[in-house]
């Protein structure tokens, strides 16, 4: 039984072999080349590449993903959870439907959304327009894009869809007698909430951040529009590099990425043994 | 095992005979044409394969090192490439192009190669030729460095592609900011007459001070300078904006970056860029968030011309863009890949923008500056096609059509001003420097000394 299912699982893990496993042994080998583009005839072995990594801009790029996107990954548990539990707590009947509008945007290409929400934040923008074109005034919004502000918010309105979700599945799964017994036993709804609920949704917290976490820290077309190109992160100095064709320090920079991605879903895995918090 | 393995044959038989069927369907020769977006009137491409009973795909790439990847990897065999200058060096020096046959290209006159070549070349626009021999006599110096035979007399590396458009780089601004008062002067049909008008000067073109302007340079009056609430575009691709550094520099922008790059970092980090872009900054622009930006004359143009059919008279368009007296120049032009499939074809379609209607017609959708001497002369004398002749690229000479060729040969004869027109004198106002093409060390240090700048 075990071996019929683990046999439908192969063109996924032969896809794996090809557009994961085999890229990153490639890179893990331009890492120490120098040569432009796949120039495999004029390949050259050499160490210089990490000399980028003292490079002042690419470390404030690194220091700017983590940042931004630890922000972005504390603001959406604040909001996901949120609208995950009063959306659990109420007694809508459909709220399937909730959860269809939640992720309604997502239906939208997320470039194509980027892009309407930068215009909003710039200070002539199509709000503006029609109100000066209807009122005659000279009516402009504040300077929003290009500030750091512009990309968290830009990166929390795209990622906390996927914060809402594992936190609601994993509230749904909360036993309402556990909460009755909560409250038997004489705990106030507050100490309820932080001593039984709060425990229990971790595991939808913890799936719900690496969901927002990861795609924050390696994204380069949020940051690169709302940021007006002033605030490098990461993505964009590995895309920039990729664009002129040096795939050896683009390589580099996305294997650091990679390592930390590994590392911190190994992290996971370690504090979580069975396995459940991943749903 | 051995089912699995009939299975596969089977399926992959069954694949065979399917693709021969379906690629009989279509017999027509097919021209695989990669190009920028945007950089082609969609209508002449259906021209096109009408008239030559074909079919015409156009791929899109979105940087010269793009083009490159793409024909050296060869997975694709592109027909024909629109590469700007310094990649089609590249690419000869690699070896990756095939020579233009100009034989075949009917609309030149000539019993030789070189006396069509030679026909061609009279055909021009003389920015044009100042680019080709540019990138001659550059060639020749990287034949000496790089030690490969180089024929510089028969300027061979220019038999090897043929100029699509061109144009400079200037500085586009918005002309209701205070500061860029348009102080140009038309005559009573709405003409441009001069860019150095009476009264008070405009800043931006006293004394060609345009790049002292804009890159913040403290031997200028303070009035002279750009307030500081000024919202400034910069250009993010380094190659280009290093070029414009080094004209504001007076330095030659082709040399290694060794010798400029402090002066770069230095003059970078003067003013904080509101914005670091490519498209969006002629968009910014246009709706106002930003007030002046180094960018392609041509992506200027192609929001003049929506603005113009907006109903918009050139002289109302709210931005316009200044070329400074020097500038950095391009060329866009069409080569011919080494594995390319229809060279005959590829041929024909040279051969076609040969013909000055279709160019034309191609050229009223894209802003850059035609090749074609011929093309120029019908922009500036409102002239159409012949009905009869050219049914196809005939448009109907409505009110719209005649405020449109009036006010588009405005904008032309403004931005891509000759010396001495009416006499046949087609040499350009202003001096174009090409591009050459740069190590990837030397792109590597410029977009390290630009991050820095962008992080600090």
Redesign the interface.
């Known amino acids: 039984m075990n071996n019929k299912f683990g046999r439908l699982a192969k063109p996924y893990i032969i896809w794996l072999y090809i557009f994961a496993v085999a890229p990153a042994i490639v890179m893990s080998f331009l890492i120490f080349t120098d040569m432009?583009?796949?120039?495999l005839a004029n390949l050259k072995m050499t160490l210089d590449n990490f000399s980028?990594l003292g490079?002042?801009?690419?470390l404030?790029?690194f220091k700017?993903s983590f940042l931004l996107s630890v922000i972005t990954t504390a603001i959406s548990i604040v909001l996901g959870y949120l609208v995950a539990y009063k959306l659990f707590r109420s007694n809508f009947k459909n709220k399937f439907l909730i959860l269809v509008i939640l992720i309604l945007p997502m239906w939208s290409n997320i470039l194509l959304r980027t892009e309407a929400l930068a215009n909003i934040m710039?200070?002539?923008?199509i709000v503006t327009?029609f109100l000066n074109k209807i009122f005659n005034s000279n009516i402009t919004f504040p300077?929003l894009r290009?500030t750091y502000f512009s990309v968290v918010f830009g990166l929390v309105v795209t990622y906390v869809p996927f914060m809402i979700m594992p936190i609601y599945n994993s509230l749904e799964k909360i036993d309402r007698s556990v909460e009755e017994a909560a409250l038997d036993l004489g705990l106030t709804e507050m100490q309820k909430f932080w001593k039984v609920i709060l425990p229990m949704s971790s595991k939808g917290i913890i799936t719900g951040s690496i969901m927002v976490f990861l795609p924050s820290l390696s994204g380069f077309a949020i940051p690169k529009?709302l940021g007006?190109?002033?605030?490098?992160m990461i993505g964009n100095?590995i895309e920039?590099?990729f664009?002129?064709?040096?795939y050896n320090?683009g390589s580099l920079l996305a294997m650091i990425i990679l390592v930390v991605i590994l590392f911190s879903i190994t992290i996971v895995n370690k504090v979580d043994k069975e396995g459940e918090m991943l749903l | 095992m051995v089912k699995s393995i009939k299975k596969l044959f089977i399926l992959f038989v069954l694949l065979l005979i399917s693709s021969t069927f379906l690629s009989g369907c279509t017999t027509r020769r097919t021209l695989l044409f990669l190009n920028w977006g945007e950089y082609i009137n969609d209508d002449l491409v259906t021209l096109f394969e009408e008239k030559y009973n074909c079919n015409l795909i156009v791929d899109i790439a979105d940087s010269n090192e793009l083009f490159y990847a793409k024909i050296k990897s060869g997975t694709t065999a592109y027909d024909l490439v629109c590469p700007a200058e310094y990649m089609v060096e590249k690419m000869y020096i690699n070896d990756l192009l095939q020579e233009i046959d100009y034989m075949k290209l009917d609309a030149l006159s000539g019993n030789t190669n070189e006396e069509r070549y030679q026909n061609y070349r009279d055909s021009i626009m003389p920015g044009v030729i100042q680019i080709e021999d540019y990138l001659n006599d550059d060639m020749l110096k990287l034949s000496q460095v790089l030690n490969f035979d180089y024929d510089h007399a028969r300027s061979e590396i220019n038999h090897y592609h043929m100029p699509y458009f061109w144009g400079t780089f200037g500085l586009m601004y918005n002309k209701l900011n205070p500061f860029f008062v348009d102080n140009n002067t038309y005559d009573s049909d709405g003409k441009f007459v001069s860019n150095i008008p009476d009264g008070e000067p405009d800043k931006l073109q006293e004394d060609n001070n345009a790049w002292k302007v804009y890159f913040f340079d403290d031997s200028l009056p303070e009035e002279s300078q750009l307030p500081l609430d000024t919202k400034v575009g910069a250009y993010d691709s380094v190659r280009f904006f290093y070029g414009a550094v080094m004209t504001y520099h007076a330095s030659d922008p082709n040399v290694s970056v060794d010798d400029n790059l402090e002066a770069f970092k230095e003059i970078i980090s003067r003013r904080k860029y509101k914005e670091w872009g490519g498209d969006s900054l002629k968009h910014g622009i246009a709706s106002h968030n930003l007030d002046i930006a180094f960018a392609y004359t041509g992506d200027c143009l192609d929001m003049v011309y929506l603005s113009i059919l907006d109903g918009n008279k050139l002289e109302d368009v709210e931005f316009y863009t200044y070329t400074p007296s020097v500038t950095m120049a391009h060329v866009d032009t069409l080569v011919i890949p080494k594995n390319a499939r229809h060279v005959d074809l590829a041929h024909d379609f040279m051969n076609f923008l040969l013909d000055k209607n279709y160019s034309w017609y191609n050229n009223r959708d894209i802003g850059y500056c035609p090749v074609l001497k011929s093309v120029y002369d019908m922009i500036l004398n409102e002239e159409s096609p012949n009905k009869d002749e050219y049914p196809t690229c005939y448009v109907e000479e409505d009110e719209d059509e005649l405020f449109w060729k009036h006010n588009w040969r405005l904008a032309i004869e403004k931005t891509f001003p000759v010396v001495d027109h009416a006499n046949g004198d087609y040499t350009s106002v202003k001096t174009g420097i090409p591009f050459s093409y740069f190590e990837n060390s030397d792109i590597k240090k410029l977009t390290n000394a630009v991050n820095n700048v962008k992080t600090s």
């Open positions: 432009e583009g796949l120039d980028q490079e002042k801009s690419t404030i790029a700017n710039e200070s002539n923008n327009t300077q290009g529009i007006s190109g002033n605030i490098v100095v920039e590099l664009n002129n064709m040096n320090i």
